[in-house]
């Protein structure tokens, strides 16, 4: 992909942008680049992200957007160096883990408020907050040796924000399994369990996410805007009031140029012109 800039909240040189940034073709490309430290999440590559999300949100020429790493590992999650220094402050580090968990839970939120598709490229291990950032994203492909962990319980802290997540992809009994023996998990398990939608050899990743992605952008955005949200959004409702919810959506949606024109075209046996 064609390299668009580099954001970075410590350093603008490319070796050291925490966050880089990439775009073509509709599609936009995200690559967490601290694999010196594991692609952890520190408060500044979660400042970057934040940051990230926002702004491609709000650009109109991105449709979709994905998610991948530079090294070996995807996410180790927090950056616990970082927390274990902060114990040294006066409250014993009480307000930067406050203000770290907050923070992460913000960008988890704000992918699922994003109104273009998010899609995870896991070239290696996701594990705590990184297995979280995973499951948050829309849809995630996997290279085949890649791993999956919520491994928390080995060091005495309960990956408790990343269950957020996890207990929304996969079943209670698996997310628990995961959770309380803090083991790993096989891309091919991931994908069994529907942690992530596909496992595939290391060098088909790129295809593999890109394919989605091109499809995904060839789709009217106003449409997808309103199912992503829609979708998440029904998810969280009781059956009745759901069905009521998605009625209206579906309602305020035939309104929309993009869906007169797709079923006009369908009807007249042409390609559709989309608006978005």
């Not at 050291?16 to 694999?35: K, Q």
């Amino acid at each position: 992909m064609t390299k668009k800039n580099t954001s970075s909240s410590e350093n603008p040189a490319l070796g050291d942008a925490l966050l880089l940034e990439y775009f073509e073709g509709g599609i936009a490309s995200l690559t967490l680049n601290r694999p010196k430290s594991r692609n952890s999440l520190s408060m500044a590559m979660l400042d970057g992200l934040a940051g990230a999300f926002a702004r491609l949100s709000e650009t109109p020429d991105v449709k979709v957007i994905i998610l991948q790493a530079n090294g070996p590992v995807f996410c180790a999650g927090h950056d616990l160096k970082e927390l274990t220094a902060a114990r040294s402050d006066a409250d014993k580090g009480q307000a930067f883990f406050s203000q770290t968990m907050t923070k992460c839970s913000a960008v988890m939120q704000a992918i699922i408020a994003c109104p273009k598709p998010v899609i995870a490229a896991v070239q290696g291990t996701a594990t705590a907050a990184g297995c979280q950032l995973v499951a948050t994203c829309d849809l995630a492909v996997a290279a085949s040796h890649a791993h999956f962990a919520t491994p928390g319980v080995h060091i005495g802290l309960f990956c408790s924000t990343p269950m957020v997540a996890l207990s929304r992809n996969i079943s209670r009994k698996k997310a628990m399994q995961m959770l309380l023996t803090g083991e790993m998990v096989s891309a091919d398990q991931a994908a069994e369990w529907g942690l992530i939608n596909q496992a595939v050899p290391a060098e088909k990743l790129q295809e593999a996410a890109m394919q989605y992605a091109q499809i995904i952008a060839s789709k009217p955005a106003s449409t997808v805007k309103i199912g992503k949200q829609a979708f998440y959004k029904q998810a969280e409702m009781g059956l009745a009031e759901a069905y009521e919810y998605a009625a209206a959506v579906m309602t305020h949606n035939m309104l929309e140029k993009d869906a007169e024109e797709g079923i006009g075209a369908f009807i007249e046996k042409r390609p559709p012109n989309w608006q978005s």
